[in-house]
Structures are given as C-alpha cells and as structure tokens.
C-alpha cells in the first residue's frame, strides 16, 4: 500500500515537476490566468502522455506493486484524462484568446501549431479507437500496430509543438531540461518497440508438448531453448506469449502460467476462443515461442500472513490457482484451502486427476461446480453462490484470503458471495483478465 | 473490484494534476501582480480603421501567436503602447528581426522572425503603420 502510494506520488511528480519548474523558477511573463492555466495543462497533458509509454514499458519494478494488470486499466484511464486536459487547453485558448491560435489552415499556420493540431487529433483517434476496439470489431494485433505507430507519432508531434510555441521557455536551462524530459519518454518508447522485444527474441522456447485437456482447453508445455528458463516467479503470475514469429511483430497474448515455479518446462492451459487461441491446435510441435513474463500481482505468495484460501477458478481461470495449489504442494505448505471450480459439465473440466491427486497431498478440498453437468452428477450445481461457500468453507476462516479467476460475471458472483461471508476487500484477490 | 480501483487511482491522479495546475496558475499570477507596471493603453478605433489591413497582416501572418494588441492574441506579449517606447527604426528591427534587433532578440525568437523577410514590402510598411498607432 505504501509503496503503492510512493509510485503514484512519484507518477504526479513527473507529470508536475515539468510545468512546477517552468513556472516556479525564473517566472516567465504572466499572461492572465486563463491563459497560465491552459498553457500548465497543455505541459501536464503532455507529460501525461509521454508517461503513457512508461506505464505500458513493462518495467517489472515499477508495476510489481500493482499488478500490471491494474497499470493497463491505469493506462486506459490516464488516457481519457489527459486527453481531456488537452481539450481544455484547447478550448480555453480557442474562447478567451482566438487571435493567439491563428489559422488552422497548414499552408498559413506555424508549423509548431499544425504539429499540435494533429497531434491532438492522433491523440483522440487514439483514445477513442481503444475505447471502440471490441465494438468495430478491430482485430487486437492490428490495432496494436496502429495504437502504438500513431502514439509515437502522436507524442513527437506534441514535443515539437511546445517547443515551437515554446510558451514558458524562457531560459536555456529550460530548453535543455525540457529536451532532457522529452529524450525519456522517447527511451520508454524505444524500450517497448525494440529493447524489450530484442531480450525476448534472444530467449526462445519451443513447445515440447501439447494436448486437448477437455473441451476446448489445451495443455500447452515449453522448453527453454539454448538458456535456463524461467524458474523464479510467484505462482499465480502470467506471461505474454507470441508464437512462431519474431516478437516485433507484436503479436503476443497474455497467458497465466499453470506450472509451480523451479521446473524447467513451464505449462499454460489455453482454451479455443474464436480468436487467435483457435489456431493453438494446429501449431506444429518446433514452433518458436517466445515468453515475456513474469507479470502480475495475482500470487499467494504476496500475502505471506493469509491462514487458508479460498480458490475460485471457472474454465481457464484454474491455470494461475493451479500453479498456486502445485506450488503449495512442492512447498509442503499445510495451511488449509478449498478449491471452487466452475465449468459445463464434467468433461469439460479440466485437471480432474491432477486436482484429486493434489487434494490428497495438501490439506486441500476440491468442489466442482457444474452449471449443465451431467444426468447422474451428485456434487454441486449451477453457480458460485454464498449458500454453496458456506457449505464448504469451515466456520471460522479469520485470515483467509480468497483468489479468483474466470469470466467476469463469476468474478461478480464471487466477490459478493465472499463479502457476505464476511471477506474484507483486501482478502479478496483477483486479476483483470481482459488488457488489451 | 480491480477496475474500479484502477479508475479511482486514475480520477484521484488527475484531479491532483487540475489542482495543481491551477495553483502554478495562480502562483503565476501573483508573482507577476507583484512586479508588473503594464502601461497598456486602449487602441483608438479610428487608428484602428485606418490600420485595418497592417492589423489584419498582425493577425493572419502569426504575430498574435506571440503578441496581443488590445487583449487580442498572446496576452503575454502585449504590444500596446509599443509606438511610445521604440522609434520607427526599432519597431522595424524588432518586428522583423533585422539590424540590432538580429542580435538582441533570443536566438530562437529572431529565427521565428525572419519568415517575415518574406512579405512584400507593401505588407510590411502596412504592419509598421499597424505597430506605429499603438501609442
């Protein structure tokens, strides 16, 4: 929590610190406070922006203590907001001083101004393309492309219009400071566009096995090639995986691992939703992966204190709650658990020895919850629900912490469920799922 | 649950950076009431009329990018009263980065000024007329 809040306080400072030191230090002329004001949020805005690419740069260090998860919902929001602050910045200057912005005709406009104009029309193109992705039915590895070409370009274009228009750049220091700044988001973009991919491609994998668990779930298993893997991470943690090509091509999904951590091979199970994932069956058994990871705050690990969990999975939401109850298992660690776990019916459940085998190594109870399950199925039915909880879970589950993965609407379920019982918030952990 | 917590940090964040903002504007404005003597004069309109087109170029050509006259434009270089402060010879200099002005003026701004040795003459002597009303 408290390193959470440091790296927010740390977020606000370099968004401010730019405007705060072009203001505060040798004050530039005042030019009333409409104006002041529009100008200090067209540098906060820009700030917010350059910022956006460190967000999304994956440095593990600064998304460990939310999740990065949470940082790309962060990144969405910060987004709009910015955004607005430009529209501020815009309108204001548009109705208290039309005469300073001159003609939106590029052939008679400065260029410094042309460059902020279509820098805000990228940055609004980009907004409003992510917002509508799902429902112009855009496909994610295009708008991908597209989102990350026109953010760079969209970014450049605003640093050269403050430049140009170079309103509080009073001082030679300044310019140099403000050059300083602009370098460093341009090294976040460098290192999401082609350092972190570079690392990547030198450590490939190969898939050494794979296999139809049940339903449209794939097991899926990969084996570093030429290097020693990945051994260390905390169970419940995902990463992001591109198949058969160079991972600058940016086609990469994030997946959670189901393996406990120290193994070489790690192990993902994939389920067939219509999109790229249909392909998983028909990749051939040499083709390169390639593994981004760890990421992710989803981890029992994280609460080192909890006294027993309650796991709540549905479909391919068991993976990360599997990697946890393995780990459990190799760890030797007995604090009691109960395992929820929701599919169709039972042959679409996945694990089922596996699950069975570990509940006899750790103090774990295992419930199947099936919502159409079969005529003579004599366990629970239907969905996740207080009633069922209470069934299962023991009286007293002081310093329980509960882990839940699956569609939202389970999610939803859960959570409720959960408060009910008497589950404070911060016991309860889940992840979102759905980044892009 | 996480969603909401992401959109709290985020309406939190930038509320933070809207105040904050207007407080460096405010700050802004107090350090400047505190040391500025503005001796701006309002334009006579009849001079306005007769310099229409030097005040028309002044608009069209970008110099209220920089410069307001009579709380049009950039009000953070307002040239009001600019005619009683600099001779004709300096009014020229320094609107059009030439001669002394060339070396006074920050580098920066005299490059953005010698895109006006590309006006005609006429466009020219009319901006001069414009800068010279403002008494």
Redesign the interface.
Known sequence: MIRAALWLALYLGLVLLPPALLVLLEPPRSGGFAWDFAMILGYSALAMFGLQFVLTARFKRATAPFGIDLIYALHRWLAIAALLFVMVHVILLAWRYPAALGSADPLRAPWHMSAGRLALILFAFIVLSSLLRKRLRWAYESWRFWHGLAATAALLLAIVHAEGAGHFLNAAWKQWAWGALAAFWIFAIIHVRLLRPWWVARRPWRIASRERLAGRMWRLRLRPVGHEGLRRFEPGQFAWLSFGQHPIRLAEHPFSIASAPGSEELEFAIKELGDFTSTIGELSPDTHVYVDGPYGAFSLDREPQARGFVFIAGGAGIAPILSMIRAMAARGDLRPAVLFYGNRNLQRTAYRAELAALAEQCRLKVVLLLHEPETDWEGERGYISEGILRRHLPEKHDGWHAFLCGPKPMLALAEKSLRRLGFPLAAIHSEIFDLA | ???R???L??????V???A???L??????S???AG?SSGAQNLDREEEARFARGRALF??E?C??CH?VGG??????PLDGVAARRSREQLRDFAFGTGTAAQELPR?IAV?KSVYAELSDADREAILAFLESLH
Not at chain 2, 9 to 14: C, E, G, P
Not at chain 2, 24 to 29: G, N, P, R, S, Y
Not at chain 2, 72 to 77: A, K, S, V
């Open positions: 649950m996480r969603e917590l992401a959109f940090s985020a309406v939190i964040t930038s933070l950076v809207l904050m903002s207007g460096l504007a405010v700050k802004l404005q350090d400047a009431q500025a608009f069209s970008g209220a990018g307001s049009e434009g950039n009000p953070r270089g920066r953005a």
